[in-house]
């Protein structure tokens, strides 16, 4: 019988351990002790080796020299270290405690990103319940999805986060988000991450990938954290490393592990750019565990020797196949091979999004080791819970389509606070454009992409996000990874080149259960996916237009990378299974001119048509 997330919740909200703050003895300044730690015994050491995990040694350098096992008898300064678990000497302001001066007394302030100011043990639970009955989250959609693993002594999945060891404070703080119960891919992740294994892993959009990655990441630090740092003047050491593609992206990210790590003590700060250095640097001068970061901004950092990757202990790549496709993958490269990050195997390393190209995961494989490979859901597809539709407009009709579709909203009062509108767009000067359009005839919008400053761009996705604004014109930078709540509608006003793409883009809405449409213009320009739109629906159980099936008969692929994987099957596939692997080394062409799917293209390396810069950070 299938259990549902509803059904399980009282159970499963008792059995998350709370722990008492108020029985908390308070250390005194010159000792620190993690919070997680103060109610131990002595002798309940703490493992500075970091979960049980079969991996090398840490070395804290790349390539294994001057490797060491940091113990707590080494908590004193040797040259150039600065051990942080002991009351020792600090080197010089700023140092100490993970490069804190004042590690305590920061936390002390840390700022509550809770509503909730209660620790309302009883009602928790029940208030979970009805809040999401009353905002018609289905997380039964979620819970017969077919799973793929593979891999060497894969460990295997749990049902409830009292199930697994996160710590007190880690679980308490779940409790807070109202997280009641793992969603598949968390089952499945987190107890692959805490083991510490190495992990490729695809879910759908709006699975919960995110927390997947964070929770291993915190809990592990909270039992890391002190381990001696370098103490380099000026110079920071981070433990855990998260990229993403979009300044927007790594920003949501920031603030959902913030959340999560509330009052462990493990600090958390993001770098990215458009916005200024100065603040970032402060910030990182406070001290950090995990670094949230866009490419660009990491990089800058890197080079003014204002961050070393030496310590890292965890890298997490969110939306992976982006991260290493041809826009990104050099500098990718250059940050996790070619600057002091320890080498894979030494570090941990893992690698989320909901689309995995084969060939992308060829090219990831390079910086895994001995990893499992994880599939929940049609990877690369939608979820079910995006009803889809796909409309033949005109290039000349789609204004006056889309304010047919607005108008409608509006009278089934759909429109509003509670009906956000994404409309996707393929370039900056079309997304402006529109917006003035829109405006002009009385619906509320703004607009994000790459023109715009960054105050700009975090302006608007604050009005669109409080409903202020309630219609978003957006390219590609708004089509991976933000979660914003009440996004009813996605519309494809222009559609992309690249099917994938278009699954994370109406993968805005539709998430944590909740249903969601979206709408596409097709026209003539957009042939090349009509044979990959026509299949994804088909495998998301949508209704796809005959003229739709007419075109796909007569469609070429629009190039390899829109020949799904998945038609007719589960999708998700470990490419290491494929009979063709190890063969077929042509797949990147890795030069200028050339793509990244084995097809040369016309663009001079970019993955955008003539006249299209990227949209992307
Ligand atoms: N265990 C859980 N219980 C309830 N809600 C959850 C749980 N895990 C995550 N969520 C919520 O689900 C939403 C989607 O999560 P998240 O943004 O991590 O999805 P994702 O899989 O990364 O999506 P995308 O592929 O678009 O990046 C978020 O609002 C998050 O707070």
């Known amino acids: 019988m299938r259990t549902s997330w509803a059904d399980s919740v009282a159970n499963s909200a008792s059995e998350i351990a709370v722990s008492d703050n108020s029985s908390v003895p308070r250390p005194t300044r010159s000792?620190?002790?993690?919070?997680?730690?103060?109610?131990?015994?002595?002798?309940?050491?703490?493992?500075?080796?970091?979960?049980?995990?079969?991996?090398?040694?840490?070395?804290?350098?790349?390539?294994?020299?001057?490797?060491?096992?940091?113990?707590?008898?080494?908590?004193?300064?040797?040259?150039?270290?600065?051990?942080?678990?002991?009351?020792?000497?600090?080197?010089?302001?700023?140092?100490?405690?993970?490069?804190?001066?004042?590690?305590?007394?920061?936390?002390?302030?840390?700022?509550n990103p809770f509503d909730d100011d209660v620790d309302d043990k009883n009602n928790d639970g029940e208030r979970a319940f009805s809040?999401?009955?009353?905002?018609?989250?289905?997380?039964?959609?979620?819970?017969?999805?077919?799973?793929?693993?593979?891999?060497?002594?894969?460990?295997?999945?749990?049902?409830?986060?009292?199930?697994?060891?996160?710590?007190?404070?880690?679980?308490?703080?779940?409790?807070?988000?109202?997280?009641?119960?793992?969603?598949?891919?968390?089952?499945?992740?987190?107890?692959?991450?805490?083991?510490?294994?190495?992990?490729?892993?695809?879910?759908?959009?709006?699975?919960g990938k995110t927390a997947a990655f964070c929770f291993p990441i915190i809990s592990g630090i909270m039992r890391e954290q002190y381990v001696q740092r370098p103490c380099v003047a000026r110079t920071v050491y981070p433990l855990a490393l998260i990229l993403s593609p979009t300044r927007e992206l790594s920003c949501q990210i920031h603030d959902e592990a913030k959340k999560f790590s509330y009052q462990t003590g493990v600090k958390v700060v993001v770098a990215y750019g458009g916005a200024p250095i100065n603040q970032q640097l402060r910030e990182l001068d406070r001290g950090v565990d995990i670094l949230v970061a866009t490419p660009g901004r990491l990089v800058d950092l890197l080079e003014r020797a204002r961050l070393s990757l030496?310590?890292?202990?965890?890298?997490?790549?969110?939306?992976?196949?982006?991260?290493?496709?041809?826009?990104?993958?050099?500098?990718?490269?250059?940050?996790?091979?070619?600057?002091?990050?320890?080498?894979?195997?030494?570090?941990?390393?893992?690698?989320?999004?909901?689309?995995?190209?084969?060939?992308?995961?060829?090219?990831?494989?390079?910086?895994l080791s001995n990893y499992i490979f994880l599939a929940v859901g049609r990877v690369g597809s939608s979820t079910d819970l995006i009803v889809q539709r796909v409309e033949f407009v005109h290039e000349s009709d789609k204004r006056s389509h889309l304010m047919d579709l607005l108008h409608a909203q509006k009278e089934n009062g759909a429109h509003g606070k509670q009906a956000l509108t994404l409309v996707f767009v393929e370039t900056k000067k079309?997304?402006?454009?529109?917006?003035?359009?829109?405006?002009?005839?009385?619906?509320?919008?703004?607009?994000?992409?790459?023109?715009?400053?960054?105050?700009?761009?975090?302006?608007?996705?604050?009005?669109?996000?409080?409903g202020k604004t309630p219609i978003l014109v957006a390219t590609d930078v708004a089509a991976r990874g933000l979660d914003i709540p009440h996004v009813a509608h996605v519309v494809n006003f222009?559609?992309?080149?690249?099917?994938?793409?278009?699954?994370?883009?109406?993968?805005?809405?539709?998430?944590?259960?909740?249903?969601?449409?979206?709408t596409a213009f097709?026209?003539?320009?957009?042939?090349?996916?009509?044979?990959?739109?026509?299949?994804?629906?088909?495998?998301?159980?949508?209704?796809?237009?005959?003229?739709?099936?007419?075109?796909?008969?007569?469609?070429?692929?629009?190039?390899?990378?829109?020949?799904?994987?998945?038609?007719?099957r589960f999708g998700g596939r470990d490419f290491r299974r494929e009979s063709s692997f190890g063969k077929n080394l042509d797949y990147y062409c890795g030069g200028n001119g050339g793509s990244a799917y084995g097809i040369p293209n016309n663009y001079g390396g970019s993955a955008y048509a003539p006249g299209v810069t990227s949209a992307w950070d």
């Open 131 to 207: 809040e999401q009955e009353t905002t018609g989250i289905n997380f039964d959609a979620y819970e017969d999805i077919p799973v793929e693993t593979s891999g060497e002594n894969v460990p295997p999945p749990v049902n409830t986060f009292a199930e697994i060891d996160l710590g007190d404070l880690l679980n308490q703080n779940i409790r807070r988000c109202k997280y009641v119960k793992p969603t598949p891919i968390q089952r499945h992740a987190i107890p692959i991450a805490l083991a510490g294994r190495d992990l490729m892993a695809c879910a759908q959009t709006g699975s």
């Open 430 to 466: 079309g997304a402006d454009s529109l917006e003035h359009w829109l405006c002009l005839n009385g619906f509320p919008a703004t607009t994000i992409h790459g023109d715009r400053t960054q105050q700009e761009r975090e302006l608007a996705l604050r009005s669109f996000k409080t």
């Open 310 to 367: 030496q310590m890292i202990r965890y890298l997490a790549l969110d939306e992976a196949d982006r991260m290493l496709d041809m826009g990104f993958e050099p500098q990718i490269r250059k940050i996790v091979e070619q600057m002091d990050m320890p080498n894979r195997g030494v570090r941990q390393t893992m690698l989320f999004s909901a689309t995995f190209p084969r060939e992308i995961q060829r090219l990831a494989s390079d910086f």
């Open 522 to 568: 097709f026209n003539e320009g957009n042939m090349s996916l009509a044979r990959p739109l026509a299949e994804l629906m088909q495998e998301a159980n949508q209704e796809v237009p005959a003229w739709l099936t007419r075109y796909a008969s007569r469609a070429p692929y629009g190039g390899s990378k829109n020949r799904r994987s998945g038609t007719g």
């Open 31 to 111: 000792t620190y002790v993690p919070p997680h730690l103060r109610n131990r015994q002595a002798s309940d050491a703490p493992n500075l080796l970091g979960p049980a995990t079969e991996r090398t040694a840490f070395s804290g350098t790349p390539g294994g020299s001057q490797g060491y096992r940091p113990k707590p008898e080494q908590g004193r300064l040797g040259p150039g270290y600065a051990y942080a678990g002991a009351a020792v000497g600090r080197v010089g302001s700023g140092s100490g405690w993970n490069n804190r001066s004042r590690g305590w007394d920061m936390r002390e302030r840390e700022v």
């Open 494 to 518: 222009d559609l992309p080149n690249d099917i994938d793409d278009y699954v994370h883009r109406i993968g805005r809405t539709g998430r944590a259960g909740k249903s969601g449409l979206a």
